[in-house]
């Protein structure tokens, strides 16, 4: 298990909130003590997350949008220099998985939307936040990546291209930020019970898979002050850290 490190009057930003693993990450990080900027489209979802962590004492700001919308991610960055003029943690968790068919079939804008999300967002949260990172004592940024990177099965080809894109940026943001205070990785969650999952595998028994709630505390160590890192893929299946 984790050292549940403690993220007390850390601020943290979060994307992909309102259900699956950056639902369970939110909360996790509330619980240790983060303020909490929760990002996603679904304002039922973030709502939801703030009932459950204003249940036990945690403040989130909700931020209902899509990061599509990078006028609005720009947005963001300006607010939250007004309001901390610093991010302690940025997990850049959305994703959507496309559509699974051979690669010529692949509609353009299906292919177009799924590189906007998984790639060209968090290009442009990189380059709203880098600033407010730097600003940190100690800024952490973990992005959450995928198996499919690297196996790219047949099919598999839109999320996978998506998802070997988001680990290249990050390989090279990770070294550019070698000098600086600034720590950036990837996770590799593994097979979780999550919708995205369900709609990947639907023949599959949900019930066999982890829960996002036991993945969390992992993904939320990796912005923690005391996670000594730079440049790497933590990978839940056999919790290695290893160079991307
Ligand atoms: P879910 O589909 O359950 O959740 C995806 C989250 O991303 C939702 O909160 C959704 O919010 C948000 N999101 C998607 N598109 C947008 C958008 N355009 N703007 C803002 N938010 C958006 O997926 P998971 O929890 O399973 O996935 C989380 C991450 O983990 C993804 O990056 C995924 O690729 C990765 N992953 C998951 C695995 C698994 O087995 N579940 C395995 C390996 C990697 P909303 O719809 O409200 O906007």
Redesign the pocket.
Known sequence: MTNKQDLTDKVVLI??????????TALEAARRGAHVIA?????G??EDLDDAIQAMGGATTLV??????YDAIDRLGAAIFERWGRLDGLI??????GVLMPVAHIAPKEFE?TL???VT?NYRLLRSMDALLRQSAAGKAV??????AKSAKPFWGL?AAS?AALDAMIKSYSGEMANTSVQTNL???????????A??MPGEDPDT?PA?AEIAPFLVDMISPEHNANGQMFNMADKSLTAI
């Open positions: 994307t992909g909130a309102s259900r699956g693993i950056g639902y369970a990002v996603a489209r679904t304002v979802g973030l209902p949008l899509d990061l599509t919308d850049g968790n959305a994703g959507m998985l939307k906007a999300v998984n967002a992005f959450v990546s995928s198996g499919a999320y998802k996770f590799n969650p593994g097979p979780v019970r999550t919708a995205m999952r709609k990947a898979l996002p």
